[in-house]
């Protein structure tokens, strides 16, 4: 069965400060991952995903991850943080074998000081 | 943009009543899912359907029941609601299974 980590469970970054936030799965191929974001008192948001072919994906808000099979991880990253992506960020897996039922991380809570 | 309801945002009710969570998609998605989270912690999945009369249990147990009558309706009751009920239910909708899932606005759920 897949599973997901997120070792952060709080960043705390300045505005204009680069950031990454930390994924790693566990699953014998190769799965489907995505990015969400929450915001407090909402539902999530799909930031980006990858299924298949170029390992670096783009996606909204200038947030970007990279997908490495040797170290079963996805990392988001976003070069230059604003105060308006403090929120709640989840990693998640879906794999073929589970019928693509996604698997959430535990969550990263971005803070941002001015 | 996604177009997924949930209705009541809020709710505060006593112990026992029974009680039903909206979730509607205009998508035309055979997808759909709950979720519940709790403050601060991951999601858990608890129900979903891949069709009309199509419903499943999810990864964590829930005393919930689902129904999917309509594809673009998939409400949640609980028929007697305790205080470990308490949380945060999610509702999500996809096209196909292995594609993205858009989420719901959730329902705050507390049972005093």
């Known amino acids: 069965a897949q599973s997901v980590t997120q070792p952060d469970i709080h960043i705390t970054v300045s505005e204009g400060a680069s950031l990454e936030l930390r994924c790693n799965y566990s699953?014998?191929?190769?799965?489907?991952l995505f990015w969400y974001v929450q915001s407090p008192g909402q539902g999530l948001q799909l930031l980006l995903k990858?299924?298949?072919?170029?390992?670096l994906v783009q996606g909204i808000k200038g947030f970007e991850a990279e997908f490495k099979r040797s170290q079963s991880s996805f990392n988001l990253r976003k070069p230059s943080v604003h105060w308006s992506d403090a929120a709640e960020y989840f990693c998640?897996?879906?794999?073929?074998?589970?019928?693509?039922?996604?698997?959430f991380g535990s969550g990263t809570r971005l803070l941002v000081r001015p | 943009e996604a177009d997924i309801y949930q209705t009541p945002r809020y709710l505060v009710i006593g112990t026992g009543k029974k009680i039903t969570l909206e979730c509607s998609q205009t998508?035309?998605?055979?997808?759909m899912y709950w979720y519940q989270q709790d403050p601060g912690m991951e999601l858990h999945l608890i129900h979903y359907?891949?069709?009309?009369?199509?419903?499943e249990k999810g990864d964590l147990s829930s005393e919930s029941t689902v129904s999917r009558i309509r594809t673009e309706h998939f409400p949640l009751t609980l028929e007697s609601a305790r205080p470990s009920h308490t949380s945060q239910y999610l509702c999500?909708?996809?096209?196909?299974?292995?594609?993205?899932?858009?989420f719901g606005p959730g329902t705050r759920l507390l049972v005093l």
């Open positions: 998640a897996v879906g794999a073929v074998d589970s019928s693509y039922k996604l698997i």
């Open positions: 699953y014998g191929a190769t799965p489907y």
């Open positions: 990858y299924f298949s072919g170029d390992t």
């Open positions: 998508m035309g998605h055979d997808k």
């Open positions: 359907s891949y069709g009309v009369n199509s419903t």
């Open positions: 999500a909708s996809a096209l196909a299974a292995q594609e993205t899932q858009y």
